[in-house]
Nanobody, 128 residues
Framework: VQLQASGGGLVQAGGSLRLSCATS????????IGWFRQAPGKEREGVSC???????????TYRDSVKGRFTIFRDNTSDTVHLEMRSLTPEDSAVYYC???????????????????WGQGTLVTVSS
């Protein structure tokens, strides 16, 4: 299982960025994919998660502070999960990580301890 996050950068407040998590070694239907972030001096926090629920159904979960601004979605042609971020604020500045978790054991979808596989981070800086 491998994950590689990309797409971070510097953006002004109110702007948008799209992060990408390229995956390999597994099918997106078999593991939950989560996005997490960690700002300097703060704990890592869950941002969003996407999960295959069966048939053609996928579910998404968001932390309250990003609801309505962030969208997680998959590109099944390339096994990539994207995080579209809009209306960014300086409080969104952090290193963003993507991770994968086993759906059979996960309970809290936005808790980092639930995730076994991690990619390297990508830095997002939002200027005021």
């Amino acid at each position: 299982v491998q994950l590689q996050a990309s797409g971070g950068g510097l953006v002004q407040a109110g702007g948008s960025l799209r992060l990408s998590c390229a995956t390999s070694g597994f099918s997106l239907e078999t593991l939950y994919i989560g996005w997490f972030r960690q700002a300097p001096g703060k704990e890592r926090e869950g941002v969003s998660c996407i999960a295959y629920e069966g048939g053609s159904t996928w579910s998404s979960t968001y932390r309250d502070s990003v609801k309505g601004r962030f969208t997680i979605f998959r590109d099944n042609t390339s096994d990539t999960v994207h995080l579209e971020m809009r209306s960014l604020t300086p409080e969104d500045s952090a290193v963003y990580y993507c991770a994968a978790a086993n759906p059979w054991t996960i309970v809290e979808k936005l808790e980092s301890y639930e995730y076994e596989y991690w990619g390297q981070g990508t830095l997002v800086t939002v200027s005021s």
